[in-house]
């Protein structure tokens, strides 16, 4: 019988996957938001019976198996039906994915909103709800019980589809290694993530809007389409009685935050789940770097959104053969994926003024008074009115110039 407390990843490692907590049969762990808003796993002394389960499941102290190729296979990808294209964030490759496994009778878990604007994994088993699912959402997901039901689905034979964070898939795998499951049925997708801020701060900030618009937000879409894809100009907010409200400058500084790294968890500076070889079957991004180290041929596309999917696994080749009709698809340089996301293998540094803003946002989480952390440089100001009032094509050939 071990006598000794589980020893868990420090805290500035700790990516918030919660297989911890969901591994304990004990109910001894419970995620628990810091100062900041980010969730880290608290023990319940009375409650641990020093089994160990939760210090072998953490995929910090203990990477997940992974053996998935060093080398995959890069396309630049578009979903052909138009109407849902314009609906994702991107190329909407992942509702293509998500399609094929409802189609065959599985199940879908990606991150939604809930009523209070938080976010966590959901599970989707009709096609018609897929919509929550997609659409880029700058803050940090709740697993809650996610890898539990997976793990249950598994057991029961459903096929089952994970899109999440590079840090979540490795703590469902690590999860489901401890449980000896197998993952024959569990396709996974990750993205190229430049890093998750906290709940708390995005409530901040939403407090902000929602009293100056005296309405009460029920959705928002970090990456409106009206100005192409190339996009840090606007956010877009849906109010429960205004309806869709378009946010420039000051009322866009939570995502101009995110962007400048302003508050993003402390282990997306150093971490340990981006790099070409991943665990997940699918990585998929915005296509950036596309046409930089070869010609492509169809750049009028890029205002419609084209994404990255980079084949990680045999599974996931298998899977591509069957979306080639829902899906426009051209083989492309690993290195050009690579040049044109940088969080594809490096993690995002550090912004100058952000131990400023965490002390400042500790006394003080009133948004009017954070705001002169997002005053835009003589640069950023430029491309703003670019962006708006010369629109996505001058931009996109502005990028292509760098």
Same mark, same amino acid.
């Given at each position: 019988?071990?006598?000794?407390m589980?020893?868990?990843?420090?805290?500035?490692?700790?990516?918030?996957c919660?297989?911890?907590?969901?591994?304990?049969p004990?109910?001894?762990?419970?995620?628990?938001?810091?100062?900041h808003?980010?969730?880290?796993?608290?023990?319940?002394? @009375? =409650?641990?019976?020093?089994?160990?389960?939760?210090?072998?499941?953490?995929?910090?102290?203990?990477?997940?198996?992974?053996?998935?190729?060093?080398?995959?296979? *890069?396309?630049?990808?578009?979903?052909i039906?138009?109407?849902?294209? =314009? /609906?994702?964030?991107?190329?909407?490759?992942?509702? *293509?994915?998500?399609?094929?496994?409802?189609?065959?009778?599985?199940?879908?878990?990606?991150?939604?909103y809930?009523? /209070?604007?938080?976010?966590?994994?959901?599970?989707?088993?009709?096609?018609?709800?897929?919509?929550?699912? +997609?659409?880029?959402?700058?803050?940090?997901? +709740?697993?809650?019980?996610?890898?539990?039901?997976?793990?249950s689905?598994?057991?029961?034979? &459903?096929?089952v589809?994970f899109?999440?964070?590079?840090?979540?898939?490795?703590?469902?795998?690590?999860?489901?290694?401890?449980?000896?499951?197998?993952?024959?049925?569990?396709?996974?997708? /990750?993205?190229?993530?430049?890093?998750?801020?906290?709940?708390?701060?995005?409530?901040?900030?939403?407090?902000?809007? @929602?009293?100056?618009?005296?309405?009460?937000?029920?959705?928002?879409?970090? $990456? /409106?389409?009206s100005?192409?894809?190339d996009?840090?100009?606007?956010?877009?907010? @849906?109010?429960?009685?205004?309806?869709?409200?378009?946010?420039?400058?000051?009322?866009?500084?939570?995502?101009?935050g995110?962007?400048?790294?302003?508050?993003?968890?402390e282990?997306?500076h150093?971490?340990?789940?981006?790099g070409?070889? +991943?665990?997940?079957? #699918?990585?998929?991004?915005? #296509? !950036?770097?596309?046409?930089?180290k070869?010609?492509?041929?169809?750049?009028?596309?890029?205002?419609?959104?084209?994404?990255?999917?980079?084949?990680?696994?045999?599974?996931?080749?298998?899977?591509?053969?069957?979306?080639?009709?829902?899906?426009?698809?051209?083989? +492309?340089?690993?290195?050009?994926?690579?040049?044109?996301?940088?969080?594809?293998?490096?993690?995002?540094?550090?912004?100058?003024?952000?131990?400023? #803003?965490?002390? @400042?946002?500790? $006394?003080?989480?009133? !948004?009017e008074?954070?705001?002169?952390? #997002?005053?835009?440089?003589?640069?950023?100001y430029?491309?703003?009115?670019?962006?708006?009032?010369?629109?996505?094509?001058?931009?996109?050939?502005?990028r292509?110039? &760098?």
């Amino acid at each position: 019988m071990n006598n000794q407390m589980p020893i868990l990843c420090p805290s500035d490692s700790c990516m918030g996957c919660g297989a911890c907590e969901q591994i304990c049969p004990f109910d001894a762990i419970h995620m628990i938001p810091d100062s900041h808003g980010f969730l880290h796993p608290h023990i319940e002394p @009375e =409650k641990c019976k020093k089994c160990l389960r939760c210090e072998n499941v953490c995929p910090v102290n203990h990477k997940p198996d992974n053996k998935n190729s060093e080398h995959p296979i *890069v396309y630049a990808a578009w979903n052909i039906d138009d109407d849902i294209r =314009k /609906d994702s964030s991107s190329g909407g490759v992942f509702s *293509v994915v998500a399609n094929y496994v409802i189609g065959i009778g599985g199940v879908c878990w990606g991150a939604a909103y809930n009523e /209070d604007m938080s976010v966590s994994y959901q599970c989707i088993c009709s096609q018609n709800s897929l919509f929550r699912l +997609r659409k880029s959402k700058y803050l940090q997901s +709740r697993t809650d019980n996610a890898y539990i039901q997976i793990y249950s689905q598994l057991c029961d034979g &459903k096929t089952v589809l994970f899109t999440g964070t590079p840090c979540h898939v490795n703590g469902l795998y690590s999860f489901l290694q401890q449980k000896n499951c197998s993952t024959e049925n569990l396709i996974t997708m /990750d993205f190229i993530c430049h890093g998750t801020p906290s709940y708390k701060v995005f409530r901040a900030y939403l407090n902000w809007i @929602e009293n100056k618009y005296n309405d009460k937000i029920c959705d928002f879409n970090f $990456r /409106d389409k009206s100005y192409g894809t190339d996009n840090g100009l606007l956010t877009v907010g @849906e109010f429960v009685k205004k309806g869709k409200v378009k946010f420039f400058k000051k009322e866009n500084s939570y995502f101009t935050g995110m962007l400048k790294n302003l508050y993003i968890r402390e282990c997306c500076h150093h971490c340990i789940s981006n790099g070409i070889k +991943r665990n997940a079957d #699918f990585t998929i991004a915005d #296509f !950036w770097g596309l046409g930089k180290k070869s010609p492509f041929n169809n750049e009028k596309e890029k205002v419609n959104g084209i994404s990255l999917i980079a084949v990680n696994s045999i599974k996931a080749k298998s899977v591509l053969n069957h979306l080639h009709d829902s899906l426009f698809l051209e083989q +492309r340089p690993l290195d050009e994926a690579v040049e044109g996301n940088i969080n594809y293998t490096k993690s995002s540094v550090k912004h100058p003024d952000g131990i400023k #803003f965490w002390q @400042e946002f500790e $006394r003080d989480t009133n !948004w009017e008074n954070l705001l002169h952390f #997002f005053k835009p440089t003589l640069k950023e100001y430029i491309l703003y009115l670019i962006k708006r009032y010369m629109g996505p094509e001058i931009t996109n050939k502005l990028r292509r110039m &760098k």
